[in-house]
Nanobody
Framework: QVQLVESGGGLVQAGGSLRLSCAASGRIFSINTMAWYRQAPGKQRELVAR???????DYADSVKGRFTISRDNAKNTVYLQMNSLKPEDTAVYYC???????????????WGQGTQVTVSS
């Protein structure tokens, strides 16, 4: 069974920084993409950033230049460094991994439980 466990959320003042971590564990054959999504109250879940292997990255326009996604393939872990945080970054942040277990023929999406990030003004 695959698990994604997030950590690093919390309360921070505007302009501050936080670093989120997400570790994937269990019987994993390969991981394609790892990503961070977020969902604010009353809004749909949106993609924040994703990373394919350790090189190709993609960011939402709203976080470009402020957030950095990285990945440690040896640890099956993805990180999100968030700088210059704004109140509008307040949301529950979810880790996503598109991966395959030894029993699967195709990649499937797995999700973490979410971690709250609150930015005060």
């Amino acid at each position: 069974q695959v698990q994604l466990v997030e950590s690093g959320g919390g309360l921070v003042q505007a302009g501050g920084s936080l670093r989120l971590s997400c570790a994937a564990s269990g019987r994993i054959f390969s991981i394609n993409t790892m990503a961070w999504y977020r969902q604010a109250p009353g809004k749909q879940r949106e993609l924040v950033a994703r990373i394919i292997s350790s090189i190709t990255t993609d960011y939402a326009d709203s976080v470009k230049g402020r957030f950095t996604i990285s990945r440690d393939n040896a640890k099956n872990t993805v990180y999100l460094q968030m700088n210059s945080l704004k109140p509008e970054d307040t949301a529950v942040y979810y880790c996503n991994a598109r991966l395959r277990t030894p029993a699967q023929l195709m990649d499937n999406d797995y999700w973490g439980q979410g971690t709250q990030v609150t930015v005060s003004s």
